[in-house]
Structures are given as structure tokens and as C-alpha cells.
């Protein structure tokens, strides 16, 4: 098929570090060939047409009365088939729960494993599509798609915050913003998703009035407070109480592994002295997930309801992402061309179970 063919031609691009292709063919295969190129290629491609007269090709696939053109619906359906039928990599999907989470709300944080990226900072289950990077929408749609059967939110579409480093948040049913960095909502029927590649992926329930949340804390949200007005949000727009929201943080960048300059660290310094255990260093080592959780308190949520590594009653939750290879993406580690990992979480049905077992948060067994 022609998208086995694209697909194999990308594979042979990337094993060689190579972008740049030039193409043969005829005006009626290129506008073709342009809607599979939209689909397995990114814009760190660039394809050069050089556009002939079908009497000069010998290639049957691009002239005779053989070739037939796909319609545009054909094409994507064709895509998504062979995306479909592709071994996973990495091992099977494994997702993280909370503990603390009830039962009423579905939900979960990714691993880099199950899905069918290859790439080798971006394998396998890479969730979020770039055009700085090389995995294409179709890939990145195909691993989604995956997640979704095995977590048992399909066909509910996976809707993620679109990031802006600051503390937006979108209230679904009000105009949506070009840009925010948590959502919150009571509508059943949608997965809301927080990504991360070491960012703070964030989700919040209150199981009382069957309200959620989810956001993306890098440095700069958690210093602006996404955190705290994710729940500011929910209090304000649907009645929660502070005391009811519940929170889970998932996997992200430990202070072991994330450094930051001193100007920016003494913004970490002026929420909790804590939250940069080496100030005196040139380039300081900062808490980020211990300063969401000094700020989450502060407004109001009790601290019995953040399920993160600072609390020591329940199984550690929020593993290192740069310290853990095998199971995580990580930008501080793997570079600008980085893998990207979500937490995800929706309000369930009346009656509705889940029918993918799921690894308890800290431990990595599979599922």
C-alpha cells in the first residue's frame, strides 16, 4: 500500500538522520502523495516535487490506467489500518493509578511502552505530535487510539491541555482559549489529559460533586500557580469545596535530576525554603512537585488528599522521569526531540466499569 510504502521511506529517512526528499512523479500522484505526506510525515521533512509527464515514469503505481487515487477518507482510513497492524514496542501498554482516586472517575498516567513509535527518544507510546519533532500525527493518534482500548476510555476522545507555561485555565462549555495549561469540567463523555515529559501531570476529582481537572505544571505554571487555580476553578465554576478535591500527581522530574538558574530559583526559595535544598549553588536543584504541594495546601485542599512521594501512607507515586529511561520520556535527558506522557481522567457513566487492569501507582509491574 502507498502508506506502507511512506512508512517504510520514513524509516529509511530516520535510520540515516536524513529530511530532505525529493520526489518524482506525476501532478495528479503528487496531490496524493501530499495528503499521506501530511499524515506519517512532520515539518521537520521537506519534500521538493519535481513534477513530469506520466509517458516519462516507469513506475506503474504512479501512471497508467492501473493507478487508481485514493479519495482523502480512503487515505487516512488506509493509514490508520496499517498503523493498526504494527507490533507494539517496548512491551505491552502499562498505565499508573492512583490510590487515592475513587472508583466514580476513570483515570490513569501513561508509560513510554505499548505503543508504536520508534524513534528512540520518542518509543513507543509517545502521546503528543510536533512539528519540531519526527513522529506524525498519525502515529501519535494510532498510540492514543491503543491507550484508549487498553484504559477503557474509547472512542471518547483524549482532549490535552494545549501548553502555554502558565496557569490558564479552560472551563469546557465557555470559548475555548488559544492556549492554557489546565482544563476542569462536569461533563461525562470526554477524557480530559495533562501531558508531561517531565512536567507535572496533574489531575484532580472531587468525587462529591463529580468534578475534574488536569493539568500541566512545568516550572514557570507552578511558580504563576496552574496548580491552585485549576481548584480555584472548580471551587468558582461548579461549587467544589477545597476540602473534597483530591489530587494526584504523576510522573515528572525529580529534584534529584532539575536544576534551574539562582534568579529563577529564588522564585521555588519564596514559596517554601525547601523547595531548593542547594541555594548556594551556581545552578540550584528545585522541588517543583514539593512546591505544588505547598501551594495546594496553602489554598486549602487537606494534605491527605495530594497522593504524591511526600506522603508516606501510601505507595511512592510520581516517579523521577529522567532517572527512569525504560519508563519515561524526559526532556531533561533525552533532548529537544522528546517523548511526551500524559495523565488522563474522566467522569464515569452511571454503571460504567473499566476493563483494563491497571498497575497501582509506584509499582511498575505490567498490567
Known amino acids: 500500500s502507498t502508506a506502507e510504502r511512506l512508512y517504510r521511506l520514513k524509516r529509511s529517512l530516520d535510520d540515516l538522520d536524513l529530511s530532505a526528499v ?27 516535487y519535481d513534477v513530469t509527464q506520466a509517458d516519462k515514469l516507469t513506475c506503474s503505481d504512479c501512471c497508467g490506467s492501473a ?57 513507543s507510546l509517545n502521546l503528543f505530535s510536533s512539528s519540531r519533532r519526527r513522529d506524525p500525527r498519525a502515529v501519535v493518534e494510532e498510540n492514543r487510539r491503543r491507550l484508549a482500548v487498553h484504559a477503557g476510555f474509547h472512542p471518547m476522545p483524549l482532549r490535552l491541555v494545549k501548553v502555554n507555561h502558565a496557569s490558564d485555565v479552560w472551563v469546557l462549555g465557555k470559548p475555548e482559549p488559544e492556549s492554557y495549561d489546565s482544563m476542569v469540567t462536569d461533563q461525562t463523555g470526554v477524557v480530559l489529559a495533562g501531558q508531561g515529559a517531565d512536567c507535572l ?5 472531587d468525587p462529591v460533586k463529580k468534578v475534574i481537572g488536569a493539568a500541566h505544571a512545568g516550572w514557570r505554571g507552578t511558580v504563576m500557580g496552574v496548580a491552585t487555580a485549576t481548584v480555584d476553578a472548580m471551587v468558582t465554576n461548579f461549587g467544589c469545596r477545597y476540602g ?37 549553588s551556581a545552578r540550584p536543584h528545585v522541588d517543583i512537585l514539593l512546591a505544588n504541594r505547598v ?41 529537544l526531540n522528546f517523548g511526551t506522557q500524559v495523565g488522563f481522567l474522566w467522569i464515569k457513566e452511571s454503571g460504567e466499569q473499566v476493563s483494563a487492569p491497571e498497575s497501582q501507582m509506584g509499582q511498575q509491574g505490567g498490567p
Open 295 to 335: 501551594l495546594l495546601q496553602r489554598r486549602g485542599v487537606l494534605p491527605e488528599h495530594i497522593h504524591d512521594n511526600m506522603d508516606a501512607t501510601r505507595p511512592p507515586v510520581t516517579p523521577c522521569t529522567s532517572c527512569n529511561p525504560d519508563d519515561f520520556f524526559s526532556h531533561v535527558r533525552d533532548g
Open 67 to 123: 493507478h487508481t487515487d485514493s479519495p482523502e477518507g480512503e487515505a487516512e482510513e488506509e493509514v490508520s489500518a496499517f498503523l493498526q497492524q504494527l507490533p507494539a514496542l517496548k512491551g505491552d501498554i502499562r498505565t499508573l493509578r492512583s490510590t487515592l482516586i475513587p472508583d466514580c472517575f476513570g483515570h490513569g498516567f501513561s508509560t513510554r511502552s505499548g505503543g508504536v513509535s520508534y524513534i528512540p527518544t520518542l518509543s
Open 201 to 205: 501531570p496533574i489531575l484532580f476529582a
Open 244 to 280: 473534597d478535591i483530591v489530587v494526584a500527581v504523576g510522573p515528572s522530574v525529580g529534584v534529584c535530576c532539575f536544576t534551574l538558574d539562582r534568579e529563577q530559583a529564588a522564585d521555588f526559595i519564596s514559596i517554601h525554603p525547601d523547595c531548593v535544598p542547594d541555594p548556594e
Open 22 to 48: 525529493r520526489v518524482l512523479t506525476t501532478a495528479r500522484r503528487r496531490e496524493v502523495l501530499a495528503r499521506y505526506q501530511e499524515m506519517l510525515f512532520t515539518a521537520v521533512y521537506t519534500f521538493d
